[in-house]
């Protein structure tokens, strides 16, 4: 929503906006951003919605009963949904989506990345922080850009992945995540029907090689099965993957088999855009990454800590995948990311950490992360714990306020920190913690 609107912003629109978490006075310096553009920030109980606006943008997340959507329905104003609005915003391009279960934000963030860096002045509009984006160098999930291609992200969780007909659309992956299987290669299916020009396919996924791409110019990638561009010569470590692909050698600053992948989307799209392997090359070499995707906060004391995006099965055996040779030890912590997702996926989170982490490894668990609204809070990680032990796993729970002590408690030389959840911008600020409080502990 808030890229939506800055990208609205800085092509001139007026925007104004409220947010929850502006009312309970978090993430001051966030907000502060936007205003510094022009947006101009309402409480959330009506008042910045006047007769003079043209519409009022809402998300699947907000409440059709909150103030503001209230006021707007009584004075006539339209309320359409964020998809419909991003929707508007790249009819003038051509459109790239970026669709699947795991991967959008990284490969939206590739191809942004590299079209912004090959000098195309693309349109970008991500679910994450591109590490130095911006053209001054920080970080950004947004280009404005006004040349001829458009970068987004498609998202299956609402379906509003349908409302789009891009001239080109990506599939990272099939996985479970948000509804059944079943559901999603419903969704998935019409996604790819919608495509005007040419589908960008994952031939290593299985539920991708199930759906029929019939009519659409249709290109392959993978790295074990026949694809239109393979990887080979894998290797990696706890920091970096490196492939090689029509005799290039890609070197990302990134770790994990599931970024080969992400980057051999982003390198498809670009060489059917008629960008040379070399130029590709060093595009993707210059990649930094991506905010809170494995991102290393820092290291004290022997400790390092990581930040990382990953909340549903899939991505959390990704996250641990990647780190299974990082440190001598793994210290994994996870913030369940809603009431709803755990719910649905309480069986499967409790069989990766029961099953997947080394011997050594420590799980634990903070509280469900709750974003507010009228959600059932029938779920918790004390249950979800519970589970683990049943399957043979080990978990402890921890408020997040105990949280930094209780690693300096249980923390050994060479251990790595990893916090994983998705949703709560405050999980970046609980890595520092843990970091601030080894550091004046042991600094």
Request: charged share 20%.
């Given at each position: 929503?808030?890229?939506?609107?800055?990208?609205?912003?800085?092509?001139?629109y007026?925007?104004?906006?409220?947010?929850?978490e502006f009312?309970?006075g978090?993430?001051s310096?966030?907000?502060?951003?936007?205003q510094?553009?022009?947006i101009?920030?309402?409480?959330?109980?009506?008042s910045?919605?006047?007769p003079?606006?043209?519409?009022?943008?809402?998300?699947?997340?907000?409440?059709?009963?909150?103030?503001?959507?209230?006021?707007?329905?009584?004075?006539?104003?339209?309320?359409?949904?964020?998809?419909?609005?991003?929707s508007?915003?790249?009819?003038?391009?051509?459109?790239?989506?970026?669709?699947?279960?795991?991967?959008?934000?990284?490969?939206?963030?590739?191809?942004?990345?590299?079209?912004?860096?090959?000098?195309?002045?693309?349109?970008?509009?991500?679910?994450?922080?591109?590490?130095g984006?911006?053209?001054?160098?920080?970080?950004?999930?947004i280009?404005?850009?006004?040349?001829q291609?458009?970068?987004?992200?498609?998202?299956?969780?609402?379906?509003s992945l349908?409302?789009?007909?891009?001239?080109?659309?990506?599939?990272t992956n099939?996985?479970?995540?948000?509804?059944?299987?079943?559901e999603?290669?419903?969704?998935?299916?019409?996604?790819?029907?919608?495509?005007?020009?040419?589908?960008?396919?994952n031939?290593d996924?299985?539920?991708?090689?199930?759906?029929n791409?019939?009519?659409?110019n249709?290109?392959r990638?993978?790295?074990?099965?026949?694809?239109?561009?393979?990887?080979?010569?894998?290797?990696?470590?706890a920091?970096h993957?490196s492939?090689?692909?029509?005799?290039?050698?890609?070197?990302?600053?990134?770790?994990?088999?599931?970024?080969?992948?992400?980057a051999?989307?982003c390198?498809?799209?670009?060489?059917?855009?008629?960008?040379?392997?070399?130029?590709?090359?060093?595009l993707?070499?210059?990649?930094?990454?991506?905010?809170?995707?494995?991102?290393?906060?820092?290291?004290?004391?022997g400790?390092?800590?990581?930040?990382?995006?990953?909340?549903n099965?899939?991505?959390i055996?990704?996250?641990?995948?990647a780190?299974?040779?990082?440190?001598?030890?793994?210290?994994?912590?996870?913030?369940?990311?809603?009431f709803?997702?755990?719910?649905?996926?309480f069986e499967?989170?409790a069989?990766?950490?029961?099953?997947?982490?080394?011997?050594?490894?420590?799980v634990i668990?903070?509280?469900v992360?709750?974003a507010?609204?009228?959600?059932?809070?029938?779920?918790?990680?004390?249950?979800?714990?519970?589970?683990?032990?049943a399957?043979g796993?080990?978990?402890?729970?921890?408020?997040?306020?105990?949280l930094?002590?209780h690693?300096?408690e249980?923390?050994?030389?060479?251990?790595w920190?990893?916090?994983m959840?998705?949703?709560?911008?405050s999980?970046?600020?609980?890595?520092q913690?843990?970091?601030?409080t080894?550091?004046?502990?042991l600094?």
């Amino acid at each position: 929503m808030n890229g939506i609107a800055r990208v609205l912003r800085l092509h001139g629109y007026h925007v104004r906006g409220s947010d929850r978490e502006f009312d309970r006075g978090a993430r001051s310096d966030f907000y502060a951003s936007m205003q510094r553009i022009g947006i101009i920030l309402f409480p959330q109980n009506g008042s910045g919605i006047t007769p003079d606006l043209d519409s009022v943008v809402t998300s699947t997340a907000v409440e059709a009963d909150i103030p503001d959507i209230v006021r707007a329905r009584e004075l006539g104003i339209p309320v359409i949904h964020r998809s419909e609005a991003l929707s508007n915003l790249i009819d003038s391009y051509t459109s790239i989506a970026v669709a699947g279960t795991s991967g959008k934000s990284t490969v939206t963030g590739m191809c942004g990345w590299c079209l912004s860096r090959g000098g195309y002045d693309p349109l970008v509009l991500n679910g994450a922080h591109v590490l130095g984006m911006a053209a001054d160098g920080s970080d950004s999930d947004i280009c404005a850009g006004t040349g001829q291609y458009a970068v987004f992200e498609a998202d299956e969780s609402d379906r509003s992945l349908l409302r789009f007909t891009p001239s080109i659309g990506i599939l990272t992956n099939i996985t479970v995540d948000h509804m059944p299987l079943s559901e999603l290669r419903n969704v998935f299916s019409g996604y790819i029907r919608n495509i005007r020009d040419t589908l960008i396919l994952n031939a290593d996924c299985a539920e991708s090689r199930t759906l029929n791409p019939s009519g659409r110019n249709t290109l392959r990638f993978g790295i074990d099965h026949g694809a239109d561009f393979t990887a080979t010569a894998v290797t990696g470590s706890a920091r970096h993957i490196s492939f090689r692909v029509e005799d290039r050698s890609i070197h990302l600053a990134m770790p994990g088999r599931h970024n080969v992948y992400n980057a051999l989307a982003c390198y498809t799209l670009l060489r059917h855009l008629g960008i040379p392997p070399g130029d590709i090359e060093d595009l993707l070499n210059g990649f930094r990454g991506i905010r809170r995707r494995f991102q290393v906060i820092g290291s004290v004391a022997g400790v390092t800590v990581v930040d990382d995006f990953a909340h549903n099965p899939d991505k959390i055996r990704s996250t641990m995948a990647a780190a299974r040779h990082a440190g001598k030890r793994r210290i994994y912590v996870f913030q369940p990311h809603g009431f709803g997702p755990t719910r649905f996926l309480f069986e499967d989170l409790a069989a990766v950490f029961a099953q997947y982490p080394e011997s050594t490894d420590r799980v634990i668990l903070t509280p469900v992360f709750y974003a507010g609204g009228t959600v059932s809070r029938d779920v918790s990680s004390d249950a979800l714990a519970e589970r683990i032990h049943a399957l043979g796993g080990q978990a402890d729970v921890c408020d997040r306020n105990a949280l930094p002590d209780h690693i300096l408690e249980i923390h050994e030389s060479d251990d790595w920190v990893i916090v994983m959840g998705a949703r709560d911008p405050s999980l970046t600020q609980l890595c520092q913690s843990i970091l601030e409080t080894l550091a004046s502990r042991l600094g």
